[in-house]
């Protein structure tokens, strides 16, 4: 079957970090996406990984491994604004159709001053 | 500025009615999708398109239709069928062939509440 786990809900301190994980299990595997989502608004692309290892962009990091199924976000030097939903989404291939992009339930995130 | 665009933002349906929800981009992309998102799930796929006059059902289709005359637009109609209507409805697009890097672009949304 088809499966991503999130925790459903984080809390942190503005300034300080804060890990975001997700795991999955896919039939098979064609990359992994960090969206952003704030209450009511649209997903916005954070963060994109398809190898292993760390993808720095920012504030914001992602990591990827391929043989654990795992992977997380990293958000430094929190700000209030950072308050949001994350939400992890595996892209999946699938034979004879489109990529599907599968989505997590998302972590929402509550940043404290 | 390129984009997609939903309207309305909010809906209000009575039970029995159809009702159409919109999507226009002016990205130039091939490929447009839409999504239904609950609380404590994920967003789950009713309907894509990867071209024009083309379109698939996702995982959840039942009780809604689509179109795609033409490529900037790509209209979902929540039929009398869905049971279960009273969901924030997504839709997305991306370009066609590779498209690895930047996954795909959201509109902001249409809250559907029947009442």
């Known amino acids: 079957g088809q499966n991503i786990d999130q925790p459903t809900e984080m809390t942190a301190t503005e300034g300080a970090i804060v890990q975001i994980n997700c795991t999955y299990q896919t039939s098979g595997f064609n990359g992994l996406f960090w969206y952003q989502q704030h209450a009511g608004e649209a997903p916005t692309f954070l963060s994109y990984?398809?190898?292993?290892g760390l993808e720095e962009k920012g504030r914001f990091s992602s990591f990827l491994s391929r043989s654990k199924g795992y992977s997380y976000l990293l958000l430094k030097e929190l700000q209030m604004k950072d308050s949001a939903s994350y939400l992890c989404a595996v892209r999946s291939p699938r034979a004879g159709a489109t990529n599907k992009l599968i989505f997590g339930t998302g972590t929402l995130l509550a940043v404290q001053p | 500025d390129g984009g997609i665009t939903q309207s309305p933002k909010y809906l209000f349906r009575k039970e029995g009615q159809n009702v159409t929800l919109s999507c226009e981009q002016n990205l130039n992309h091939d490929a447009m999708y839409w999504y239904r998102q609950d609380p404590g799930q994920g967003l789950r796929l009713i309907y894509y398109s990867q071209i024009v006059n083309d379109f698939q059902k996702g995982d959840i289709a039942e009780g809604y239709s689509v179109s795609r005359e033409k490529k900037e637009s790509f209209p979902l109609t929540v039929t009398s069928a869905q049971k279960n209507p009273t969901a924030f409805y997504l839709c997305?697009?991306?370009?066609?062939?590779?498209?690895?890097?930047?996954?795909?672009?959201f509109g902001s949304g249409t809250r559907l509440t029947v009442v």
């Open positions: 990984n398809v190898l292993d």
């Open positions: 997305a697009s991306r370009p066609g062939g590779t498209d690895q890097l930047y996954g795909y672009t």
